[in-house]
């Protein structure tokens, strides 16, 4: 059997009526990660189904009362919002079954026996799909918060994304994240990085587009950002919780600004309690804000930058996300000079990193 993978948020109906079959399939899929419950035939199954925590079914053809391809075919007719991905599994190989089974709406079909890396790459497939419908969801999310005001540029949120998605194909190389950070994971982290501040829409006016330093008063003001856009989100995972597109943004709004040695916000997390999507877009959106031009502070040199973050390894930022960063500054240079901004409207929470005379002695202890 392949590798143990853990902490999958997709919840799996089995459905079939041989109770040993479905314990073996349950097993399988319980050893790579993933939630399940198990019906005994398409009756049942569909009480499962209707309840929407179910989004990928996986059912034999042959049961009582109603079988896999008049379950499919149920579950089509229902109309439902959100798409349940069906993998048939059947002892019949003909061409004719096959056809039957996709005819009624399946997605894919399996013959029997499988073997579990097999059955754990179509359920990957399956997921991928999946999370095309996720983004609608997530866009959905962007546009309710967006609709009060947009407070970030277009280039900004390109590089956060170019940025982090390059830090994950170096650290998807490392045997220690190598379980976690597959293609599906990178892909998800392009996508969701951008809204990593989407809380903002939720500050003042009067704070948000400040053009000076902001006060200690202020300044505590912004950081409930991080709170407002991850509750946001949060309550859009609770309406569907199987998708890991979702649940990776709002992990990332909200632990974007927590830092490794327990002093960052909005919840004092330190070290790997920390998400790692959320560590990854820390150090791109630290090394963003200090190489981009705001109306508070000109733009750091990229070797400045680099420096910073390096001094920041261990206690602002995770020190495999630095070695990764380190191994790769030249790219993000690249990138940078790419999509640029000539000038960029922020406000200026990063004033505490940039450790200037001038910075307040608040802003020195709150780092």
């Not at 999958?8 to 399988?28: M, N, Q, S, Y």
């Not at 902001?214 to 505590?220: G, I, K």
């Not at 859009?236 to 992990?251: F, G, Q, R």
């Not at 490794?260 to 004092?268: A, E, H, Q, R, S």
């Amino acid at each position: 059997m392949t590798m143990k993978i853990t902490s999958k948020t997709t919840h799996i109906l089995v459905v079939d009526d041989d109770p040993i079959a479905a314990e073996t399939l349950r097993h399988a899929l319980s050893y790579f990660g993933y939630s399940t419950a198990v019906a005994a035939d398409g009756v049942e199954a569909l009480r499962y189904v209707r309840t929407g925590k179910y989004r990928m079914v996986i059912s034999d053809v042959e049961m009582p009362h109603m079988n896999g391809i008049d379950l499919c075919r149920e579950i089509r007719r229902r109309n439902s919002c959100d798409y349940t991905y069906v993998i048939l599994l059947t002892g019949r190989c003909d061409t004719e079954s096959v056809v039957e089974g996709l005819d009624a709406g399946a997605d894919d079909y399996i013959a029997k026996p499988f073997s579990p890396s097999e059955m754990l790459m179509r359920i990957r497939a399956g997921e991928r799909l999946l999370l095309q419908e996720s983004r609608e969801l997530m866009i959905f999310a962007l546009a309710k918060l967006a609709d009060s005001r947009d407070n970030e540029t277009g280039s900004h949120l390109e590089r956060i994304r170019e940025y982090c998605r390059l830090l994950c194909v170096e650290l998807s190389t490392w045997p220690k994240f190598q379980e976690t950070i597959d293609g599906i994971y990178i892909q998800s982290i392009y996508e969701t990085s951008p809204l990593h501040d989407i809380g903002k829409v939720g500050i003042p006016d009067r704070i948000l587009l400040k053009p000076g330093k902001l006060t200690a008063e202020e300044f505590a003001v912004m950081t409930q950002h991080a709170k407002i856009g991850g509750d946001t989100l949060r309550s859009v995972v609770d309406a569907h919780p199987e998708s890991t597109v979702l649940h990776m943004a709002y992990e990332i709004a909200m632990t974007h600004h927590e830092r490794w040695d327990g002093t960052g916000y909005p919840n004092g997390l330190a070290g790997e309690t920390i998400p790692l999507c959320g560590r990854i877009v820390a150090v791109a959106d630290v090394y963003d804000a200090l190489t981009s031009e705001r109306v508070y502070k000109p733009a750091f040199s990229h070797d400045k930058a680099v420096e910073v973050i390096k001094e920041g390894s261990g206690s602002h930022f995770d020190p495999d996300m630095v070695t990764a960063f380190l191994k790769l500054e030249d790219e993000f240079a690249k990138i940078k000079e790419n999509l640029n901004d000539a000038l960029e409207t922020e406000d200026s929470e990063f004033l505490p990193l940039l450790r200037t005379p001038s910075t307040p002695s608040w802003a020195l202890q709150i780092n």
